[in-house]
């Protein structure tokens, strides 16, 4: 009786899926990170383990996928799997770029016992956004449900003794199931593969994907796995979003008969799945996914669901870019970052990321993480110093720690005292003022600093900014005066721009010359502070201090950051983020007027840009996100500002378009950032649009004019015309 009952109870299979810190054409890296994962997934007691899209290329490389070397590159890795133990008694599931029949292909390699058992290429591929998956490779037909003989290079043929592979659409059946894939665009089309592949028998369905982070993104994708699964959308086991551990792997319990069970109850699903075809069969039933196949041995006991960890916006905002510079930080071989304080929201926002940053690499090296250990210390060693914390205990060698955290818990006074010393070595603030700077500004600058740890210096560079202006009216014969002081707009816009391009030259200089003023060596990188929405408005200076090296918010809205920074403030004790967020943000490029009344300095950039930052969201999330153009802007914000008058709308919609293509061609000299608003107008790479525009928008205006008019008409009709000219009020005030 007992033996019967285990002999039941044994249809539970192991399956691992595991993040990876891939990095592009990193092939030896990439290849060390793959091998990692197959061995902890082992260690595990998986049977199957699934790797993330591209993984032995790195995603994406983008036009380095039109180069022969980057294949050749990667059957080197695959062969390196191969060759060694890593796939006997184990099924891997690598992604990897192939090349059949001269067409590239983003593929899945299925490897078992040394050998390709299945090239599975990707049937719908990603081609919006950030994607350009079609500019490197081709879809392979869904509809072809051959088996193609994919002939196998000198490298993989010596190592797995196969002249071809399988090459197509299948399922490998095993031992106990069957079991087919997905890759990462698929799940979100509308007819994903894993309808068929469920109603014709296929018990599991993986998915190695390669989709980027974006603000709010989590929640969709965990919706469309529950969704997508047969197990009655129970979600078993989860990574976390956000980690410096460069190899993270996570198993799962599955029970097959509780499986069966689900899907044996709906009738219709019965019917639907009899009259599905099957798609093709790859045997390898000498093979079971069991984890243990001893009758006589109790199995490993079934994962139970587990609460989906979904983080708010705006701890999303702080950790993402977090990791982000921390890669870019070791990769680049960096000793440290420069960043311009302001004393406002934008900049203080950049400064709790890095210090964010700071304390997520010091939990993982106290944790065990050898990675990062060594990382930090070759940023000490670099500034000729070293952590008197990280002294005082001893690495981990445990080589399972090499990628990973070994503790759960630390000491949470050597935390703080570790990014103390991290964050000062590492980050350089400085408050670059001139006559034009408020007291406040100064101040709230200084004092983040110090809560922060930064290495911070203020520089007044009136000096410099005068000597420029003498130069011009050595040339010209002619000095430029503020439009407060009797100059034309032309006057003051030049003055204004010249303080801004000054403060991004200074910011290089300190940039490099503060290692050596510290007695350090290495090099800093300079961050870039200007959000989302002033890049969509085009409210920056070209090479101001907008252009830098990185831009960690980037891709991030005022509102969120604005949001970010009373997390920050909540959560680490930097009260002094509240004050920044609260205060109305400034350029601080004209002359103090009041009689120099520090504390109500009048210029704002809601006043200048003549938009407000909630306004500028609304407009970018319906340029971007619904593919308006002005007239359904227009249309759209009639129902949505309601109680605007049809004429104040359509000039908020004319006024945001005009400024808009005006300052399209700063966009071009973006500052590469980190990605994270959908509605992001990053001329680089995600937002294709022109840079020369008709800045009249002639047919377009006379369009939303004569609706605008129509609507007027009508309001007037209704007696609502006191409605309109008190909203018009409201709108200028």
Not at 89 to 110: E, K, Q, T
Not at 416 to 434: M, R
Request: net charge neutral.
């Amino acid at each position: 009786m007992n033996e019967t009952l285990l002999e039941v109870q044994s249809n539970r299979i192991v399956l691992a899926t595991c993040n990876l810190n891939q990095w592009a054409l990193d092939f030896d890296g990439n290849l060390e990170r793959t091998i990692e994962s197959i061995k902890v997934a082992k260690e595990k007691g998986a049977k199957y383990r699934l790797g993330p899209e591209l993984e032995l290329s790195g995603y994406s490389c983008e036009d380095h996928f039109l180069e022969m070397d980057t294949f050749m590159h990667c059957e080197q890795s695959l062969a390196s799997i191969l060759e060694s133990d890593l796939t006997l008694n184990m099924l891997c599931d690598i992604g990897c770029p192939i090349l059949h029949n001269n067409v590239r292909y983003n593929c899945r390699v299925f490897c078992l016992d040394k050998r390709i058992v299945l090239i599975r290429p990707k049937s719908y591929l990603a081609d919006d956004g950030n994607y350009r998956e079609k500019r490197f490779f081709t879809s392979w037909d869904i509809k072809k449900k051959t088996i193609e003989d994919h002939p196998l290079s000198d490298v993989l043929r010596k190592v797995t003794g196969q002249k071809t592979a399988p090459m197509g659409l299948a399922v490998l059946a095993t031992e106990e199931t069957m079991l087919a894939s997905e890759i990462c665009e698929e799940l979100w089309t509308a007819r994903s593969p894993h309808i068929n592949l469920f109603l014709s028998g296929v018990e599991i369905v993986t998915n190695g994907s390669g989709s980027h982070h974006e603000l709010r993104k989590l929640d969709s994708r965990l919706n469309l796995m529950k969704n997508a699964t047969g197990n009655n959308g129970e979600l078993l086991a989860q990574a976390s979003q956000f980690s410096l551990n460069d190899v993270e792997v996570v198993t799962a319990v599955v029970d097959l008969e509780s499986i069966r069970s689900y899907r044996g109850v709906a009738a219709s699903l019965q019917e639907q799945s009899s009259q599905t075809p099957q798609w093709p069969i790859i045997n390898i039933r000498h093979f079971s996914l069991r984890a243990q196949t001893d009758a006589k041995v109790a199995p490993a006991r079934e994962s139970t669901g587990v609460k989906s960890r979904i983080h708010p916006p705006e701890e999303e905002c702080c950790k993402g870019p977090a990791c982000w510079l921390w890669d870019y930080l070791r990769r680049s071989g960096a000793s440290g970052y420069l960043l311009p304080l302001s004393g406002g929201a934008d900049s203080a926002s950049v400064a709790a990321i890095v210090r964010i940053m700071a304390l997520m690499a010091s939990r993982a090296a106290l944790a065990g993480n050898r990675q990062v250990i060594q990382d930090i210390e070759r940023i000490f060693k670099q500034n000729g110093t070293k952590s008197e914390v990280l002294s005082a205990i001893s690495l981990n060698d445990d080589e399972s720690a090499r990628y990973c955290e070994v503790k759960t818990e630390v000491n949470e006074d050597h935390l703080i005292i570790l990014a103390n010393e991290l964050t000062y070595q590492i980050l350089h603030t400085i408050y670059l003022g001139t006559g034009n700077s408020s007291f406040n500004t100064q101040d709230r600058a200084s004092r983040l600093a110090g809560s922060v740890h930064s290495f911070h210096s203020t520089i007044f560079f009136d000096d410099v900014v005068r000597s420029v202006l003498n130069v011009f009216t050595l040339i010209s014969g002619k000095a430029p005066r503020f439009l407060s002081q009797g100059g034309s707009m032309v006057e003051d816009l030049a003055l204004q721009n010249i303080q801004a391009r000054l403060r991004m030259v200074l910011s290089y200089l300190c940039a490099q010359l503060f290692p050596w003023v510290r007695g350090n060596r290495g090099f800093l990188l300079v961050l870039g502070s200007a959000n989302v929405d002033e890049a969509l408005r085009g409210y920056m200076t070209k090479y101001d201090c907008s252009s830098a090296d990185i831009n960690p918010i980037g891709g991030m809205s005022k509102g969120d950051l604005k949001k970010m920074l009373h997390w920050v403030a909540n959560t680490h004790g930097l009260d002094v983020l509240r004050e920044i967020s609260s205060a109305a943000p400034s350029a601080e490029l004209r002359p103090i007027e009041n009689g120099g009344d520090l504390a109500n300095y009048t210029q704002t950039d809601e006043e200048d840009m003549g938009m407000t930052y909630e306004e500028l969201g609304i407009f970018g999330r319906l340029r971007k996100i619904s593919r308006c153009g002005p007239v359904k802007m227009f249309i759209k914000l009639l129902d949505t500002w309601k109680d605007l008058a049809p004429t104040v709308v359509a000039d908020k919609v004319k006024k945001f378009f005009r400024f808009y293509s005006i300052n399209r061609h700063k966009l071009t000299t973006l500052t590469p950032a980190y990605h994270a608003e959908a509605y992001s107008p990053d001329d680089n790479r995600f937002d294709l649009r022109p840079f020369l525009y008709n800045t009249q928008w002639t047919r377009q205006f006379q369009t939303i004019d004569s609706i605008a008019q129509a609507r007027s008409a009508i309001v007037a009709n209704t007696g609502s015309s006191g409605r309109a000219s008190a909203t018009t009020a409201a709108a200028s005030k």
